[in-house]
């Protein structure tokens, strides 16, 4: 399928390949980095490979005739290229960016200029729940000053019925981060609710939750399948964000910690746990390395670690700290095989065999892939 700012965009690197190259590609990439550990199963792709981003973020900026454009940075610079409809983004959320950026026109505002100071907008963000239908705008400005406010968001809504939240975002700092501290609730609760996996979890503004909804209850599933939970055992969820994963699993589980640093993510995690009625989890405020070392020097046992890190893997401390737990079982959950594998080499070395691989296709046509890996004590 065609894209007219491919090439300017950067975002799909895949694009000029049939979607079955692209797995066949990607399968290719699994299997040298991990087929040394074990066989690799089949990668699981979409039916639908488009229109699968949940969220969509958008800056703002004018082009050379001064017109407002919104759209994507461009790879590797700060210049961003006018997105009117992407093949990866959700299309209520491409079509309410191309309304703000009109009412920004007609309501005489403009976007924040980082270099001056001055303007007003600087980002989009907005979430929509796949299955819920509930949609959050988040209007990101560079300015603790909106004028017109009421009258801009009530435009916003009339044109768009289906937004059930818009929030207002303060972040006048010099930053590459797209969210500031304060936040400002102008219509409905701030948050959208959204199902995965016969669950119901709330989404704030800054809370991280998976961006491809169909194929996260593909993951989960799976990774819940490798740990094969009978209802007794004890899970760590590392990593554990807002509580997702942690949640699913303590239906088949006897309890689950879910340890996270962030704070916001860890109250989000104890809403969700509590508007889910799970009682068998609980969530704990600190680093997931030196919780499970704690574990250990306590003589307490955990059966199941399930991890899920950031792209840049985890950290010899955090590993060593896993293998002084010392859990029957590792479910690791990564979005980038390459650090996966290295992590992988040192588990291997510190008693754990590799029992089973299986890549999912989280972001099609890109070049990213997420892998689910089961490993066992030897």
């Known amino acids: 399928m065609n894209c007219p700012v491919m090439k ?20 290719a990439s699994v299997i040298k980095l991990l087929g040394k550990f074990h066989h690799v199963d089949e990668i699981i792709g979409m039916d639908n490979p488009y229109h699968y981003r949940n969220k969509v973020q958008a800056a703002f900026s004018l082009d ?36 703000v950026r009109k009412l920004l026109k ?16 600087r980002h989009s963000l907005i979430k929509k729940g796949f299955k819920s239908g509930e949609i959050m705008v988040v209007l990101v400005s560079g300015t603790v000053v909106f004028p017109k406010k009421r009258q801009f968001v009530n435009a ?48 704030s503004p800054s809370a991280f939750y998976q961006i491809n909804p ?35 699993a303590s239906e088949n589980a006897g309890r689950v910690i879910g340890v996270e640093l962030n704070s916001d993510a860890v109250r989000d995690a104890r809403e969700n ?47 060593s ?3 002084s737990l010392s859990p029957e079982k590792i479910v690791y959950i990564s979005c980038n095989p390459e650090t996966q594998q290295r992590d992988l080499f040192f588990l291997v070395k510190n008693g754990y065999k590799v029992r089973k691989i299986q890549p999912v296709d989280m972001f099609p046509h890109t070049k990213h892939v997420e892998t689910v890996v089961l490993m066992t004590k030897k």
């Open 214 to 248: 169909v194929q996260t209850e593909v993951l989960y599933n799976k990774a819940l399948e490798f740990a094969s939970l009978t209802g007794k055992e004890t899970v760590i969820d590392a990593y554990c964000g807002t509580g997702t994963i942690g949640i699913i």
């Open 64 to 99: 050379r005739n001064k017109n407002i454009i919104s759209g994507v940075y461009q790879s590797s610079t700060h210049r961003v290229v006018n997105v009117d409809n992407c093949l990866l983004e959700n299309e209520d959320a491409d079509r309410i960016n191309v309304t």
């Open 106 to 121: 007609s309501f005489k505002l403009t976007p924040f200029n980082e270099d001056t100071g001055k303007g007003f907008l």
């Open 8 to 27: 300017k965009c950067g975002g799909c690197q895949l694009l000029n390949m049939t979607y079955e190259e692209q797995l066949s590609f990607k399968q």
């Open 156 to 203: 916003l809504v009339e044109k768009h019925p289906e937004i059930t939240t818009v929030v207002w975002n303060i972040n006048d700092k010099r930053t590459s981060l797209v969210l500031g501290k304060r936040n400002e609730t102008l219509y409905g609760s701030g948050k959208i609710e959204e199902e995965l996996c016969g669950f119901r979890f709330r989404i």
């Open 321 to 323: 700290s896993v293998v």
């Open 273 to 319: 746990a509590k508007n889910n009625n799970v009682n068998n989890i609980k969530f704990i405020k600190a680093d997931a390395g030196r919780f499970m070392l704690e574990m250990a020097k306590n003589n307490e046992r955990a059966d199941v670690v399930i991890m899920d890190p950031p792209r840049a893997g985890s950290d010899r401390a955090f590993l």
